[in-house]
């Protein structure tokens, strides 16, 4: 991810939103949020302060691929719960793992609609 707007679109799509959902919850309209993926505008500060604050992602690495996307406090609890989600699944049989899988996929379609 070498530009600004490739790396706000995996952030975008990684936190479940649409590009109309960024931009109705930030305050612009989708064509704000369209330019900035496709690099076709320079972004304005509070635009990119905003997205950032939303997304819960670092403003260095959106602005300059610098450093991790999540800061550092995040990565950290969302690796805990990962963890704690494989102790779990790990004891559960095959087809209960898939099942377990199969439920988080459809919750997370859901809780996207709702964006």
Avoid: H
């Avoid at 302060?49 to 670092?58: D, E, M, P, S």
């Amino acid at each position: 991810m070498n530009t600004l707007g490739e790396r706000l679109n995996y952030a975008r799509k990684q936190k479940g939103y649409t590009q109309d959902s960024l931009a109705r919850t930030i305050g612009v309209s989708r064509g704000v949020i369209f330019n900035l993926e496709k690099n076709k505008t320079e972004p304005q500060a509070i635009v990119i302060n905003t997205i950032c604050q939303v997304l819960k992602i670092n403003k260095e690495w959106l602005t300059d691929g610098t450093g991790g996307m999540e800061p550092d406090g995040q990565a950290l609890q969302s690796t805990k719960l990962l963890a704690e989600l494989y102790d779990i699944a790990k004891e559960l049989s095959e087809d209960e793992q898939l099942f377990l899988l199969d439920t988080v996929k459809a919750l997370k379609l859901r809780l996207g609609k709702r964006l």
